[in-house]
């Protein structure tokens, strides 16, 4: 104070200069502690599987050769969890690809018709669900867009089978297309329990489960919409949950052409 005014400025300038260092400092912080939490929670959900193979396999051996029916039942569950396991690497592969898309990018892009795409879920999911109510909403008769197809139709599986894991047998389920303010939607709804208040801001995070215990019996890793979200961003757009009072509602956005 009362100094020249180069020096006031001079002051200012370094004052700030501090504080960019501070900020930069905490966001590495940050980042550092994200990172050993994701390594920890990604040892811990693989354990899981590895474990269980581990006991098939000690069961598998333990049990006697004349009892050839029960050894096919431990290879088959042993298998199952030999390829939950394998379900959980790609996830995390392509997390890891999907952080570092800077150096690498994760999607490969082309004209794709987002209706047709979305038609085709719905196919799968009424083959794979059968006896669930899927509605289509009428909507454009085509979308044709910019995108990785096999990537949103990823994010549209996983909404899709969200839906139906997630909710009481005969919940009925509807899917819908639309265009608004120059975005294309996809809305993916269900009237099951939905998600409690609490969780709704963390259905996103990595492993998040609203029950830990029953979701992961169902095969669920908790990755599913992390990494949904993940893709819908890498194609310029958003998943979201919408705020909806009589349904759980997921809204996928992309960029019109
Ligand atoms: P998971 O592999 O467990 O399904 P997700 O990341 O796909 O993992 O979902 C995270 C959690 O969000 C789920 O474990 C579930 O508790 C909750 N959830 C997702 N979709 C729905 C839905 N349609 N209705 C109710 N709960 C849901």
Redesign the pocket.
Known sequence: PGGAPEVEELRTAFNTMLEHIDDSLAVRAEAEQRLRRFVADASHELRTPLMSVRGYADLFQYAAANEPAERERHLARLRAEAARMGVLLDDLLLLARLDAAEVEAPLRPRDADLVELVGQAADAFRASHPGRALTVAPGPASLPLRLDPQRVRQVLD??L???A???PPGTPVSVAVSVADGRALVRVA?R????PAA?RSR??DRF?????AR??D???????????RSLAEAHGGTLALADEPDA?A?VLTLPLR
Request: avoid cysteine.
């Open positions: 996983n909404l089978t969200n839906a894991v997630h909710t269900d099951g329990p939905g998600i969780d259905v996103f998040f489960r609203v029950d830990k979701s992961r169902r095969g669920g890793s908790g990755l599913g919409l992390s990494v949904a759980t997921f």
